[in-house]
């Protein structure tokens, strides 16, 4: 590995967000949870989850769409929501779901600099009633057109970088958020040898 490349990944490293997540329930298109993959790794999120009730745990994820995203993120797959729950209450103070409803608050009405995990559902069912009610509120991303509603790519991309906002502006992205072993762990992952460091 080149010092180019080393300076690189370990600047990407700094960067890594640890208190900001992504979740994608029962997502169908393999290519729609690449995209947010690509999105989640431009804005330094490490973690994502990909929770598959309703349908077959995924294999792969469309590398075009991703951009090789997924190389660089650590997913956690799961068939249980209780357990992913449970997995997310261990990292994250507030679970949002997206979507519409009577106590649903505006995307900028969240706090992103609490430790948050974002829940995105089926691209036809939206996020499951069972989800809901395990999360700790919903919220809609603002809009003024007919149609309410945003493909799961899209609606995740205008979300997270609204908190990508908030965290610049707090200096989240000033210094380390993952921990030294956590970054040290990525760093094997990534290819760096006991020479690039």
Request: charged residues 20%; glycine residues 4%.
């Amino acid at each position: 590995m080149t010092p180019e490349r080393s300076a690189k990944l370990l600047q990407v490293l700094s960067k890594r967000q640890a208190d900001l997540t992504v979740v994608m329930e029962n997502v169908n298109d393999p290519h729609n949870i690449s995209a947010v993959m690509r999105t989640c790794e431009a804005v330094g999120i490490q973690d994502i989850y990909v929770l598959t009730t309703r349908i077959r745990p995924h294999k792969k994820f469309g590398a075009k769409s991703s951009s090789s995203a997924a190389k660089w993120l650590t997913i956690h797959q799961h068939t249980d929501a209780v357990e992913c729950f449970a997995e997310l209450r261990k990292y994250y103070n507030q679970i949002l779901t997206t979507h519409l409803a009577t106590d649903s608050v505006g995307l900028y009405e969240i706090d992103f600099t609490k430790p948050t995990a974002l829940v995105f559902g089926n691209e036809h069912d939206g996020v499951s009633e069972e989800i809901r009610a395990m999360a700790d509120g919903n919220f809609i991303i603002p809009q003024v057109g007919i149609i309410q509603s945003l493909n799961i790519s899209v609606a995740c991309a205008v979300s997270i970088y609204e908190a990508f906002r908030q965290k610049t502006v707090a200096g989240h992205y000033d210094q380390p958020s993952l921990s030294n072993t956590r970054r040290e762990s990525l760093m094997k992952d990534w290819g760096f040898l006991e020479t690039d460091q």
